[in-house]
Each structure stands twice: as structure tokens, then as C-alpha cells.
């Protein structure tokens, strides 16, 4: 249930993750191929991206409670937002969670961005977990990693933000797998300068790039070098390389 995707490398545009590849995320909501629990991917979507050119180091979101393929504005925005660092998701709700905009991926704080794909149980996060702007999971998730991060992280982005992000996904993760045995938990992050992912429970995989590496629940293209991210591994790409560890 649900697809995300994200860049981090050399300014590239949404669409180069939503409409241009054969299995770019629009493809995916209502035909992905890898997915594992739902078929289609029709109760919202999103997207982000980092503008150098603002003062503050925080993201521009668009977020819809619609089909992806229903929003008639999404190719002309897509093919103009341009950034390093991007970040898109199309939903499929877990069931008896609401369909609204504020439970609709990605999530933001401060610079930081998460899509979860999967679903927990909340009150595996109630010790977590605080000020969530929707009664879903991901939103739940998205506030305990948000809040591990207000307590760890520095306020600007800093080469050790790459371990800071990591840490708090994998620290969330952990901790709710432990109260929730059967939750599946794959949550990608970024901040402008870092991409974080965690496979738990449903496929990912990255693909680098000479200018950069794409990370996606599912190849957005049949083209060589998609490599697949072991179950419970996390994943941290910055401008100096990619790697993988178990969690």
C-alpha cells in the first residue's frame, strides 16, 4: 500500500519521477507492479522539493486527497518544480483511516520531509508520537520521527545530518516493530542535502546515477541498475555516496 520515490543528486523535475519513466509514480497509482498489499493507488498523493533560492532551507509541498490521475494541473507543475532533492508518493489507505490532505504523504516539518509505505498500528506510537496533523498512521510515524529529530538534530543542515536522519528513522522503526510484530514500516525522509529510507516489510530499491541516485518502493523504469534494498535494512544517500546497513 502506497508508492513513494525521491532524487537527491543534480537538479532534475517532478516529472522525471511522475509522468516521464514507464513506471514513474502516475503509472504506479493505478498500476503498480511490485506492490504488496492493495492494487491501486488512488486516495491522495504528493510530492516535494527544495528551492536554493528561498531563505529558509524548508520545503515547497503540494499535496491532493485525489487520484493522481484526476489533478490536471500536476503535468504543468511537475514539469516546471526543479530541484536536487525530490520527494513524491501516491496513497492507498489503510483501512478505516481518513482520506483527507493532512494524511496525505509526504509530511513536513521544519526542512524535513517522510512518505511511510505500509501500515502500524498507533498505539505502537503513542509513546511517540506527538502533535500528528492527522488521526492516520503515517501521520502518527511522521510525528514520532519528527519529534526524535527536533530533540537530536541541529537546525541547519550539517554533514551530520546524514547520521541524524538515519538514526531517528531507524530508532522509530525499531520501536514500533517491537509493539507492532506484523506492522510494516518503510518510511523515506530528506532534508535537502539527505535522503533516509527504511525497507520494513515492502520492497525499495535505488538506482545510482553519475549526477546522483534515485530511491523508489518500485523500479520506475526496466532499465539496468535498480538494485533491491534487503527487508529491515536502512538506506542513507548524501552528495558523498550511498549506503545500506541492516537495522
Not at 85 to 96: D, H, K, P
Not at 128 to 139: F, H, I, N, T
Not at 192 to 197: E, N, P, Q, R, Y
Request: charged share 20%; with cysteine.
Amino acid at each position: 500500500m502506497c508508492r513513494h520515490a525521491a532524487w537527491l543528486g543534480a537538479p532534475r523535475t517532478l516529472a522525471e519521477l511522475i509522468h516521464e519513466p514507464e513506471h514513474g509514480l502516475l503509472r504506479q497509482s493505478y498500476a503498480p507492479r511490485r506492490q504488496r498489499h492493495g492494487t491501486v493507488n488512488a486516495d491522495g498523493f504528493g510530492m516535494g522539493w527544495y528551492d536554493p533560492g528561498l531563505a529558509k532551507p524548508e520545503p515547497i509541498r503540494y499535496r491532493r486527497s485525489i487520484p493522481m490521475w484526476a489533478d490536471a494541473n500536476l503535468p504543468g507543475l511537475a514539469r516546471v518544480a526543479r530541484s536536487g532533492c525530490l520527494l513524491a508518493a501516491v496513497r492507498c489507505a489503510t483501512v478505516g483511516m481518513p482520506v483527507e490532505e493532512s494524511a496525505t504523504a509526504p509530511f513536513t516539518e521544519g526542512r524535513w520531509l517522510l512518505s511511510h509505505n505500509g501500515r502500524v498500528d498507533r498505539d505502537a506510537l503513542r509513546d511517540l508520537a506527538e502533535g500528528a496533523e492527522s488521526a492516520c498512521d503515517s501521520a502518527w510515524l511522521a510525528a514520532a520521527v519528527f519529534r526524535r529529530l527536533r530533540a537530536g538534530c541541529s537546525p541547519t543542515p550539517a554533514p551530520a545530518t546524514a547520521n541524524a536522519l538515519g538514526e531517528a528513522l531507524a530508532e522509530v522503526v525499531t520501536s514500533a516493530a517491537a509493539k507492532d510484530p506484523v506492522a510494516r514500516l518503510n518510511l523515506l525522509a530528506c532534508d535537502g542535502v539527505t535522503l533516509a529510507a527504511t525497507a520494513w516489510g515492502d520492497t525499495l530499491f535505488h538506482r545510482p546515477h553519475p549526477d546522483g541516485v534515485l530511491v523508489a518502493s518500485e523500479p520506475l523504469c526496466d532499465g539496468p541498475g535498480w538494485q533491491a534494498v534487503p527487508d529491515r535494512s536502512l538506506l542513507l544517500a548524501t552528495a558523498d555516496g550511498l549506503r545500506v546497513q541492516p537495522l
